[in-house]
């Protein structure tokens, strides 16, 4: 069964550094479309990060781009994303999430529902 757990969220003030982590099992890294996504309250959930075959590097939300990092290490099965120069409209609840269709757009520009998730992990961002 595939299987998604994240970690690694929690409070921080606003300028700071957060590393969330998403340990997979059940499916292999490569063949799967992996991204983040995050609900802020009274918000719709969006896509924040995506790595998948149909792109060669990472894909960004415009409002993360040159502060997030997505990564992956396929030995450990775990998804990170490093998260930089937070800010309080940052403050979300962040889910990891995992797709067999990494080669379409939709998946791969996180237009689509993925299929599997994860329980999510809290950051707060303090101004």
């Known amino acids: 069964d595939v299987r998604l757990v994240e ?4 409070l921080v003030q606003a300028g700071g ?17 992996v991204a983040w996504f ?3 309250p009274g918000k719709a959930r969006e896509g924040v990060a995506s790595i998948s075959e149909y792109f060669n590097n ?6 993360v781009k040159g502060r997030f990092t997505m990564s992956s290490d396929n030995f450990r099965k775990t998804v990170y994303l490093q998260m930089n120069d937070l ?3 940052d403050t979300a609840v962040y889910y990891c999430a ?5 080669h379409t757009l939709r998946i791969a520009t996180m237009r689509e529902e993925y299929d599997y998730w994860g329980q999510g992990t809290s950051v707060t961002v303090a101004s």
């Open 7 to 10: 970690s690694g969220g929690g």
């Open 17 to 33: 550094s957060l590393r969330l982590s998403c340990a997979t099992s059940g499916f292999i890294l490569d063949d799967y479309a």
């Open 38 to 40: 995050r609900r802020a």
């Open 58 to 63: 990472p894909r960004y939300a415009d409002s």
């Open 87 to 89: 800010k309080p409209e």
């Open 98 to 102: 995992a797709d067999p269709r990494g």
